[in-house]
């Protein structure tokens, strides 16, 4: 009995240890989660030769558990501020510095950035007021709402599109809308899906969104694979604007059933 007491005294000492050990570790290299929030984060904006934009970090990024290095190349979703960004390399620049608050999207292992504000460095002060609450709190969690500047914050939970059918008229400045509860169904294939609402006869009938990657697609997706029927779908998500076609952020899709009424 005396053994066996011992056994559980060594094996809890030990448990103690490790799980001291993976609390004090450094952030591993990898992925960072979905929803992240990375505030006037510093690095340059360049186009590929597949035509696809991407952002170069000038300093590790990282979520807490997960970290990225410095100068890995990391894709920008279509977006409202990409399409201003494009806009400043008609001149023939190659390259753009800027400081960047984005929203991080995992899809298949991959992160992608969902830019809500940009601002050049040429312009920029040395450090931007964006990032000036998290260098003075670092130990607070980046993502909690109490510390993002509020310019921010509204960028982040856009107004809410009551009447779709002034959707163009709502995306003609920098701002994205957020659309809450509508119905339809998805088409294309993974890494290509579109959203298209049902509209039900009113003139916002056929309106479709690309689906930009993220998490909550990689698991629509998982149900769409599984069955050759079309489904029904409520989502809400944030909506933007890219070369005049629409794109959607996608924060949460629930299959919707009809009882055999949808075609």
């Given at each position: 009995?005396?053994?066996?007491?011992?056994?559980?005294?060594?094996?809890?000492?030990?448990?103690?240890?490790?799980?001291a050990a993976s609390?004090?570790?450094?952030?591993?290299?990898?992925?960072?989660?979905?929803?992240?929030?990375?505030?006037?984060?510093?690095?340059?904006?360049?186009?590929?030769?597949?035509?696809?934009?991407?952002?170069?970090?000038?300093?590790?990024?990282?979520?807490?558990?997960?970290?990225?290095?410095?100068?890995?190349?990391?894709?920008?979703?279509?977006?409202?501020?990409?399409?201003?960004?494009?806009?400043?390399?008609?001149?023939?620049?190659?390259?753009?510095?800027?400081?960047?608050?984005?929203?991080?999207?995992?899809?298949?292992?991959?992160?992608?950035?969902?830019?809500?504000?940009?601002?050049?460095?040429?312009?920029?002060?040395?450090?931007?007021?964006?990032?000036?609450?998290?260098?003075?709190?670092?130990?607070?969690?980046?993502?909690?709402?109490?510390?993002?500047?509020?310019?921010?914050?509204?960028?982040?939970?856009?107004?809410?599109?009551?009447?779709?059918?002034?959707?163009?008229?709502?995306?003609?400045?920098?701002?994205?809308?957020?659309?809450?509860?509508?119905?339809?169904?998805?088409?294309?294939?993974?890494?290509?899906?579109?959203?298209?609402?049902?509209?039900?006869?009113?003139?916002?009938?056929?309106?479709?969104?690309?689906?930009?990657?993220?998490?909550?697609l990689q698991r629509?997706?998982?149900?769409?694979?599984?069955?050759?029927?079309?489904?029904?779908?409520?989502v809400s998500g944030?909506?933007?604007?890219?070369?005049?076609?629409?794109?959607?952020?996608?924060?949460?899709?629930?299959?919707?059933?009809?009882?055999?009424?949808?075609?």
């Amino acid at each position: 009995m005396r053994r066996f007491a011992v056994m559980i005294v060594l094996v809890a000492g030990v448990t103690g240890v490790l799980a001291a050990a993976s609390e004090t570790d450094e952030p591993r290299q990898g992925p960072l989660r979905d929803g992240h929030v990375l505030l006037g984060t510093r690095g340059i904006v360049r186009p590929t030769e597949d035509k696809r934009w991407v952002f170069v970090p000038a300093e590790p990024l990282t979520d807490g558990r997960r970290t990225i290095a410095e100068g890995t190349p990391i894709e920008l979703l279509r977006s409202n501020p990409l399409e201003k960004m494009a806009a400043l390399f008609e001149s023939g620049r190659q390259t753009l510095g800027v400081w960047m608050t984005a929203r991080v999207t995992l899809y298949r292992g991959v992160n992608y950035l969902y830019c809500v504000h940009f601002v050049p460095t040429r312009s920029a002060p040395v450090v931007p007021a964006e990032a000036t609450p998290v260098e003075m709190t670092p130990a607070a969690d980046p993502n909690e709402p109490s510390i993002l500047p509020a310019h921010i914050r509204r960028r982040l939970q856009p107004d809410v599109v009551l009447d779709l059918e002034k959707l163009p008229q709502m995306l003609e400045g920098d701002r994205d809308v957020a659309m809450v509860d509508r119905t339809g169904y998805f088409t294309g294939k993974a890494g290509r899906r579109t959203f298209v609402l049902d509209g039900f006869g009113r003139k916002i009938e056929g309106l479709s969104f690309h689906v930009l990657p993220d998490t909550v697609l990689q698991r629509t997706e998982v149900m769409l694979d599984a069955s050759p029927q079309r489904m029904r779908f409520r989502v809400s998500g944030v909506v933007t604007r890219y070369n005049n076609e629409y794109y959607l952020l996608l924060q949460r899709a629930v299959r919707t059933y009809t009882h055999g009424n949808f075609r």
